[in-house]
């Protein structure tokens, strides 16, 4: 009971990984996963309770132990098989796809535990005395599966190579089991054992979304057809940033352009201080280090692997002037001085990652204690009509400065088209900035951005259902 529980939790923990690069980081992928885990440990005790009356429970135990190991194995070959055909299903794509992969393993191993009840039940007298040992087995076994995940499988090792050693242990528990059971036949162990290898090769040769797997994201690094010698950061299946690391003044993506310029008319050359809330590939504190020397930059990235990663693989230099703070910036901000920026440029968004916390009117008046008299905070965020997402955004942030402009692509009659949209927010007039000459670029000024946010209520951190407002492309 303590080997079954403990493995359901460490694959349910596992799952948030596999499916990220699939259906995003969003409250509705853990849900699904807490939801399918649930089923299974629900169905799995009905059902393994009504078998166990009917079968022996020791010939029992070792097949729910065999057959819990080879599902185990299938769950990674289910996720990358239908992952990329549901990337964009939405909500139903998610629980679909969760509950494909984890209802059926989970209800097999949570047999276990009615099944050993009816192995240890022998005298009514002591029922109470052996229901609670078992049950404390079986809660100490999910305890250790999930700080043992947490804390050491997920930092260490990657996910598919994890998922594969947990099938294997629990088949080879099974048959180590079954080898003291005289009615398991030989056959039926031999047999496991051959499905144990397909399951383990078909792993092996499936195609990996990612060339490196960090404790947060699937990274991947793809050569820009648009640019020679400039290469583009991929988290999630997520175009993230565009770096050249021979020319770091190159800026690829629209948003970093629109951020760019907005820096730019802080001032004239002269150096700045500035705070970046997300790191990917470090485009604009290089990009900041290069056009403005003397500036100088922390960067807030909760991702060290991701770090080390742009370090490796990315030419990413860090120093005095360009900093690395490894941890959640709600957190890691507040060790920034009050007053200490010229420009605090939030760029955590991704593609199917939204990260609430850094939303809110609390975080936004952390912002404003960092920012020194006339800075500037830059938003980057994504959202597609009808645009709810960036309409609460913009009322938190009507809120919290006097001054608010918005670019992003829109249609020629004004309407937004959706994608990338860049905030720019200030408690001082903020220099006009020229996008126009771009397609399908506009600038919209404060009285442009009150009319789109209408009766939108701001953020605040008790009610920040971003999952919920933010709308994906079709």
């Known amino acids: 009971m303590f080997a079954a529980s403990g493995a359901v939790l460490v694959l349910e923990i596992l799952s948030v990984r596999l499916l990220t690069p699939y259906i995003g980081m969003t409250l509705e992928t853990t849900t699904s996963i807490i939801g399918a885990v649930l089923a299974g440990i629900s169905a799995g005790a009905a059902l393994g309770g009504r078998i166990a009356d009917r079968i022996n429970p020791r010939r029992l135990v070792v097949g729910l132990f065999v057959v819990g190991g080879l599902l185990v194995l299938t769950t990674v ?5 239908l992952g990329p055909a549901v990337s964009e299903g939405g909500a139903v794509a998610a629980v679909g796809i969760t509950f494909a992969a984890l209802v059926p393993v989970a209800a097999v191993l949570s047999a276990v535990t009615p099944t050993v009840a009816r192995l240890q039940l022998h005298d009514l007298k002591a029922s109470g005395t052996i229901v609670g040992r078992l049950s404390g087995w079986a809660t100490a076994g999910a305890l250790v599966g999930t700080f043992i995940t947490g804390f050491v499988l997920v930092p260490l090792f990657p996910v598919g190579s994890t998922v594969l050693g947990i099938g294997i242990g629990l088949v080879v528990l099974g048959a180590a089991l079954g080898s003291q059971v005289q009615r398991v036949r030989l056959r039926m162990l031999a047999g496991s054992a051959l499905a144990t290898v397909l399951l383990a090769l078909l792993t092996a040769v499936q195609h990996h979304p990612c060339a490196t797997e960090t404790e947060y994201h699937c990274v991947q690094v793809v050569a820009d057809s648009a640019h020679a010698g ?14 050249d690391t021979r020319d770091p003044s190159y800026l690829g993506f629209n948003y ?7 820096i730019d008319g802080l001032s004239s050359r002269a150096p700045l201080d500035a705070v970046f809330v997300g790191g990917g590939a ?13 500036s100088r930059s922390n960067v807030l990235e909760v991702d060290g692997q991701l770090v080390t990663f742009d370090r490796q693989r990315l030419g990413l230099r860090t120093s005095a002037d360009l900093r690395a703070s490894v941890g959640d910036a709600r957190l890691t901000i507040q060790s920034e001085p009050s007053h200490s920026a010229d420009v605090v440029v939030g760029d955590a968004f991704s593609a199917r990652t939204v990260p609430w916390q850094l939303m809110t009117s609390e975080w936004l008046q952390e912002v404003r204690r ?60 903020i220099a006009p900035q020229v996008v126009e000459t771009q397609t399908g670029v506009r600038s919209f000024e404060r009285a442009a951005v009150e009319r789109l946010v ?3 209520q701001p953020l605040r951190d008790d009610y920040a259902p971003v999952d919920q407002l933010e709308t994906r492309p079709n």
């Open 230 to 243: 400039s290469r583009i950061l991929v988290l999630d299946r997520g175009y993230n940033s565009d770096v």
């Open 282 to 294: 470090f485009t604009l504190p290089r990009w900041l280090e290069a056009t403005r020397p003397g």
């Open 454 to 456: 209408g009766s939108s």
């Open 256 to 262: 970093e352009k629109w951020i760019s310029g907005a």
């Open 370 to 429: 960092v920012l020194k008299p006339g800075g500037i905070y830059a938003l980057n965020m994504i959202d597609f009509p009808p645009l709810r997402l960036l309409r609460a955004e913009a009322a938190t942030l009507l809120r919290e400065f006097s001054n608010l402009r918005l670019i992003t692509f829109a249609e020629p009659s004004g309407r937004i088209a959706g994608g990338n949209e860049v905030l720019i927010a200030s408690n001082r007039p």
């Open 77 to 81: 070959p289910i996720v990358r098989a």
